[in-house]
């Protein structure tokens, strides 16, 4: 398959498994990325088919429980060809005027920053959502030596072999990227219900855990999030809140349909997660007093 002429010297890492309907659009957005990376989990679909058709090199990932998780461990075990690294998931895309930003970052020999934040915007039932969930800042863009994904628990979180929420921390400081990414996270309702049972699997183990350092992380916005999420975790009526944040405060009435029905599902979100950190709780005095 052929790709961009001008190469950006920037190795492209993309972990995945069972990727098929969205690797190619991924690709395709950043095919002029020098050198591309698709950590794969045994894909049963053609992902590994789809990687090598437009070039990447194709590493699969064996996981055996515990840390590090796929991303720490793509940091620490490719060979990178290049010094920038640009981390993205199958269902997001980056839009062409991120080729000639990124250019200049990388080829910059006197590049002040060590890593780059990217805004990313969501896509749900096919339609982005301008106010729900935006802005949303993520550091994808880092000297790959520099930076490594936190490590939040020791605990099994029953989320899978993907980090899910911990954010990388890079060594030096950071900027932001004027680009906006696209997130096609959420084609169907199956799809997030699917997602967030997982996702609230990693809530639950955190909120009955004892992790409390945010000061690593550089953006402050993500930091005011993370301390406001400790905050929230001890507030009653938590999934009318969250409700309340997304459809209201965030202005989510203002994305239509989708906008209230990706606010309700992240009530239904809220609750799982609230529940299963009690069974949590429940269970361990449980195993506590059984040793009495």
Known sequence: MKRSC?????????????????LERCIKSVD??????????????????????????????????GWPKKK??????????NEWVLILDADECLPPESKDEIKEIVSNPNEKHSGYWINRRYFFLGKPLKHAYFPNWNLRLFKHKLGRYEKITDLSTGSGDNEVHEHVVVQGSTGKLKSIMDHHAFPTIDSFVEKHNRYSNWEAVVESSSYDDESALQH????????????????????????????????????????YVFARLHAQYEFLSMTKAKALAIKGIESWKSTR
């Open 6 to 22: 001008e190469k950006i010297f920037v190795s492209l890492m993309i972990p995945c498994k069972n990727e098929e309907t969205n």
């Open 72 to 81: 720490n461990w793509a940091l620490e075990n490719l060979p990178f060809s």
């Open 32 to 65: 002029w990325a020098d050198e591309i990376f698709v950590v794969d989990s045994q894909s049963s679909d053609k992902t590994p088919e789809i990687a090598q058709k437009y070039g990447a090199k194709v590493i699969q990932f064996r996981y055996q429980g």
């Open 220 to 259: 402050d916005k993500v930091k005011g999030k993370r301390r406001l999420r400790k905050i929230f975790r001890k507030l009653p009526f938590r999934p009318t809140l969250r409700f309340m944040y997304v459809y209201l405060w965030q202005m989510g009435f203002l994305d239509g349909w989708s906008g």
